[in-house]
């Protein structure tokens, strides 16, 4: 069989960061690493490279995940953008964006934030709640320009991404901007001392793609995202299990099978490095360790990708690396810190908002 294993934030983006990476020994990935070559391609989006393995360059994310969502139907009609329920603060005279995995919120306040949206915005459309930190929005118009990914934008500055007055979603948030800051569930979380969902994240516009001739044979994953695209592109999709011990069980001897590992996405999100370290050893023990014993034997090739600040690095294997003895990988450390030094490739068109 072919795996193909994506894995963003695979390398911690902050090198010298030693509490995080000191002393940290992944041999699975050492071996991996060690016995191919590095394929270094422009930085782009956990989102994005995702999409790009069901052969989508520009994939409309929020008809794609709200098909992925539990009890989505088959059929996701209209536009749809994600909607996400965020925090915006200054810091140091920027704008610094929180999601809701930064924050708790119930789901009664996300389902009462949006009645009161879909009462007083009814001429944008209709916003929808799958989960308390998931929202979409129908819209009644097409949306052709576009906002980041929330992985991209999440926990950072939006230096740009809210100038353009052109665009018409910039329009929209103000609006809603100054709607969410005078509803009774914000005032209520700001005297509870917790963050207010002050705005909203619309990105991911557009109809669900039709439906194109697939490689990928099985895509295991519990991202709403990935089984969204697989349900899209009629392609059979699992629950991540365990190990990948699991996965050899189940799948076949032959087709393209791709796991979705995003365990590492939200720590590096939230910049918390013992929990992405803790992550980071369950994810070499499970996966990255039987992937290197199983490689010539159960898996003809492997191809590990992982999108990172450094750029999206792709490792490709065949089962004649298992003889190759005299190749040693690196500690995690040095390749973050090389990785670090050396030129990195320029950004993709889709790392930066329209």
Aim: aromatic content about 8%.
């Amino acid at each position: 069989m072919r795996l193909t294993l994506l894995v963003p934030e695979l390398i911690w983006p902050e090198p010298a960061d030693q509490l995080t990476l000191g002393k940290l020994a992944l041999p699975g990935l050492a071996w991996l690493t060690g016995r191919s070559q590095l394929d270094r391609h422009p930085k782009r989006a956990f989102e994005a490279a995702l999409a790009a393995q069901f052969g989508l360059d520009d994939a409309p994310f929020g008809a794609l995940r709200l098909l992925g969502e539990p009890g989505s139907p088959m059929v996701i009609d209209g536009e749809w953008l994600c909607a996400d329920p965020v925090h915006l603060r200054f810091h140091h005279e920027r704008i610094v964006l929180a999601d809701a995995g930064a924050f708790d919120l119930d789901l009664d306040e996300a389902q009462a934030l949006t009645a009161a949206l879909n009462t007083e915005f009814a001429d944008l459309g209709e916003f929808h709640v799958a989960d308390a930190r998931r929202w979409y929005l129908r819209t009644r118009l097409t949306v052709n320009r576009k906002f980041a990914p929330i992985s991209q934008i999440a926990g950072k500055r939006l230096d740009g991404e809210l100038e353009s007055e052109a665009n018409p979603l910039r329009r929209w948030l103000n609006e809603i901007q100054m709607f969410l800051h005078g509803h009774p569930v914000n005032a209520a979380r700001e005297a509870a001392g917790k963050p207010a969902v002050n705005s909203l994240w619309l990105w991911g516009p557009g109809p669900l793609p039709a439906a194109n001739p697939q490689q990928l044979t099985t895509v295991w994953s519990d991202n709403p995202l990935a089984i969204g695209l697989a349900r899209s592109q009629g392609v059979a999709h699992q629950a991540l299990p365990a190990t990948l011990a699991d996965v050899l069980d189940q799948a076949g001897r032959s087709g393209h099978t791709l796991v979705v590992l995003d365990s590492l996405l939200g720590p590096v999100l939230y910049e918390n490095g013992e929990d992405w370290r803790h992550a980071s050893l369950a994810l070499d023990a499970n996966w990255l360790q039987p992937a290197a014993a199983a490689l010539g034997r159960r898996i003809d090739t492997l191809t590990l990708i992982a999108p990172t600040i450094y750029g999206e690095l792709h490792w490709k294997l065949t089962g004649g690396a298992r003889w190759k003895f005299w190749r040693k990988g690196k500690p995690i450390a040095a390749m973050a810190d090389e990785l670090a030094r050396s030129p990195s490739a320029q950004p993709s068109s889709q790392d930066h908002a329209a």
